[in-house]
């Protein structure tokens, strides 16, 4: 049975991972395991199943009903029982995550960012802010990609430095030229990319940085009482967009290395990456998404450092009576509104 759950070895209820202790724990009888320590329960079943069979349907080993998953899904709640589970076959063989952040903001804390997010409903349309959009809180390890890719670039380029000088009567102007080659190598490590196809690529971006040195060997019950996803794009897919997405540094940093000129033509530029290394990993979010008045908003949190992201909507009517409020600073637009409200530029 590919299905694994964790069942308190004291009483018997369902254990999850809890995000302040880093423990595996038991919320009926306080008992609490070491993830680090322990073994993961998908080394004792992984035999049992290979990685082509995909199960068609898992069964809750706690109540026996049928698991709501859809085909990405590797780790969810029981909605009958509430008990969490991680699909075991989905996380074997390419499909195995090479390391996990575990989650360090709790729901109680991510529910309370997400209030104050909505001003406490202030700005936001009346009904937003309603129990069942809190509720849907939930928290999500992301699957990512985190590259190391090595670059050898090669510049050429026209540089001119100039210099005027008075000598006598006579006003000169010196003009130096310069042929400039400069050969870099430039290694960047842990380049995140998120690799599932559900969740808004550019939303993900911002909810960096994650704190790499909290990264842990993969074990399952990091998962216990999360939802987690398998990624959708494998390493090589994404790695345009990590090429994309370390271009402006490569540009800065080689900016950075013609100074003192007075002006610099490129007359050419090649930059070769080899993909070092891509590993698979799991990073925690905090989400929630909903549909409003026929737009979609998210809300986002970084599971580790409580970065938020996403842009809560807001209502006219609200913002008017809010500006009314100020007298004097009608100037302002609505994007320092949406500053205010700390929803960031998305
Ligand atoms: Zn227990
Ligand atoms: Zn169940």
Not at 272 to 284: K, M
């Amino acid at each position: 049975m590919p299905v694994i759950d964790y069942k308190c070895p004291s009483c018997g209820s369902g254990m999850v991972f809890d995000s302040e202790t880093g423990m595996l724990s038991c919320h009926s009888c306080g008992r609490e395991d070491s993830i680090e320590n322990n073994a993961d329960p998908l080394l004792q079943v992984r035999n049992t199943f290979s990685e082509e069979e995909q199960a068609v349907e898992y069964h809750c080993k706690s109540c026996g009903a049928i698991i709501m998953t859809d085909a990405d899904t590797v780790a969810t709640t029981c909605s009958f029982c509430g008990s969490g589970v991680v699909i075991g076959d989905r996380l074997v063989g390419k499909l195995a995550p090479a390391m996990v952040i575990p989650f360090k903001i709790s729901k109680e804390e991510a529910v309370k960012a997400f209030r104050k997010w909505c001003r406490n409903g202030r700005l936001t349309p009346d009904g937003f802010m309603t129990a069942d959009r809190i509720q849907s809180m939930t928290g999500m390890y992301v699957p990512f990609w985190l590259y190391d890719l090595n670059n050898k670039v090669e510049v050429h380029a026209h540089a001119t430095r100039v210099r005027t000088y008075t000598r006598g009567e006579y006003r000169y102007t010196e003009t130096q030229h310069f042929d400039v080659y400069r050969d870099i190598a430039l290694n960047y490590v842990k380049v995140p990319i998120d690799a599932s196809a559900k969740l808004n690529d550019e939303l993900m971006d911002k909810l960096e940085p994650f704190p790499y040195e909290q990264l842990k060997s993969f074990k399952t019950p990091y998962l216990a009482g999360y939802i987690a996803e398998k990624y959708n794009h494998d390493e090589q897919q994404l790695l345009p967009r990590a090429k994309d997405k370390i271009a402006p540094f490569i540009d800065s940093f080689i900016q950075s290395e013609m100074t003192g000129y007075t002006s610099v033509t490129y007359t050419s530029k090649q930059i070769d990456t080899a993909l070092a290394r891509a590993d698979y990993v799991l990073l925690p979010v905090w989400m929630v998404q909903y549909d409003y008045k026929k737009a979609k908003y998210t809300f986002a949190m970084n599971g580790q450092t409580g970065k938020v992201v996403g842009k809560p909507p807001i209502s006219k009517a609200k913002v008017s009576a809010w500006f009314a409020g100020i007298a004097g600073v009608s100037f302002l637009s609505l994007k320092f509104v949406s500053w205010a409200m700390g929803g960031g530029l998305w």
